[in-house]
């Protein structure tokens, strides 16, 4: 069935746009961690049992070139997206072009269940479900290490000692380097850390725009413009303790599902912030997609968006985020327009 494909050879990704950029906690570890992160959620077909084709081979293998066009060198994966196809699609073209594995880095998530014969939809972060999950990622990646592996969701059955044990058995075996998280908060992340006996180096999460509570969370916590986002609450101090820790800032949706960057707003209560995206392009000359991701660059916690698009020319697009640095009067429009209200 996986038979070569016509895909060309794979570019360099071009790292010279990004080193004007403030340096990212992890370049610290992974010097080779490009500012801007690609997400493979949209690789390898459907979100079932049904095999990946020639087809989805060549569309990841347009998407990632996209990707390396503008500089991503970070692969964001979890064996969970389109059941595990994103994986293995892009397990293909490693093999097909054995070289790319020594250019990128690579990470993945583990830690959410489908619903099965044992149970519901469920969160798993056992010792034994995260090392089974990572070894089943590394063979459907075709590779013999992950850079960074991340634990995709809170559970609420954890325990640290047994999540520590995990990370020492795959770190000592070689399969993974440096660990991190997804969607925990500053409290979660210090509970989980008093057990490891190595950094987390990573937190990704919803960010932008379009999912403003991260940042609402050090503006309105002693505020009663709180209670209109009540769930900005639980990121309080959240990065703030990145920041303090060294931890990455990974966004996710970090263009927003394209509520603002579309010709028109399918919400009108987004309609002044996509008016505004579109004028700051316009100003810049850029594309909105990267002014959507230079708000959140412009942060000091020194933000990784995550391009969850798999469309070659958004991608693209993406890459004038690196070309651009707001000013401190237009992150704070871009901020009130989208937040629909002034500051306190």
């Known amino acids: 069935m996986h038979q070569a494909a016509p895909c060309g050879s794979f570019a360099q990704p071009d790292l010279r746009i990004s080193m004007a950029q403030p340096s990212l906690p992890l370049q610290q570890l992974l010097p080779a961690t490009s500012p801007l992160a690609f997400g493979c959620m949209g690789l390898g077909g459907s979100w079932d049992d049904a095999p990946y084709t020639e087809d989805h081979v060549a569309h990841a293998h347009a998407a990632v070139e996209a990707a390396l066009d503008i500089g991503v060198t970070l692969f964001d994966h979890a064996d969970i997206y389109t059941r595990g196809k994103a994986e293995s699609v892009f397990g293909e ?3 097909r072009q054995p070289s790319l594995r020594d250019r990128i880095v690579l990470q993945s ?17 056992s010792r034994e479900y995260i090392v089974a999950a990572a070894e089943a990622s590394l063979r459907r990646l075709g590779t013999e290490r992950l850079d960074i592996l991340l634990l995709h969701r809170p559970d ?6 047994e999540i520590a044990l995990a990370f020492r058995q795959l770190r000592e075996q070689g399969k993974v ?7 925990m908060n500053a409290a979660q992340m210090a509970w989980l850390g008093r057990s490891l006996d190595q950094p987390l180096v990573v937190n990704q999460f919803e960010m932008g725009l379009g999912h403003l509570e991260p940042i609402e969370a050090g503006t309105t916590f002693n505020d009663g413009q709180a209670a209109a986002r009540p769930g900005s609450l639980a990121w309080s101090g959240t990065l703030e303790h990145c920041q303090q820790q060294g931890i990455q800032v990974q966004a ?6 394209g509520r603002f960057s579309g010709d028109t707003a399918k919400d ?12 700051l392009a316009q100003r810049h000359g850029v594309s ?3 002014v959507l991701l230079a708000w959140l660059m412009r942060h000091p916690a020194r933000i990784q968006p995550v391009i969850g698009s798999s469309q070659p020319a958004r991608i693209r697009a993406c890459g004038d985020a690196l070309k651009l640095t707001l000013t401190r ?3 704070y429009a871009l901020y009130e327009a989208a937040r629909g209200r002034a500051l306190p």
Do not use: Y
């Not at 380097?177 to 969607?183: A, E, K, Q, R, W």
């Not at 009108?268 to 004028?279: F, G, I, M």
């Open 93 to 95: 073209l490693m093999r």
């Open 109 to 125: 998530k583990c830690g959410i269940r489908f619903a099965d014969d044992e149970g519901p939809k469920r969160f798993d972060l």
């Open 156 to 161: 609420p059955l954890w325990e640290p000692e």
């Open 177 to 183: 380097l440096h660990f991190g998280v997804s969607n």
């Open 252 to 257: 996710w949706a970090s263009l927003a599902r």
């Open 268 to 279: 009108p209560a987004d309609e002044p912030a996509r008016r505004l995206v579109q004028e």
């Open 288 to 290: 909105t997609e990267g």
């Open 329 to 331: 009067g237009e992150w």
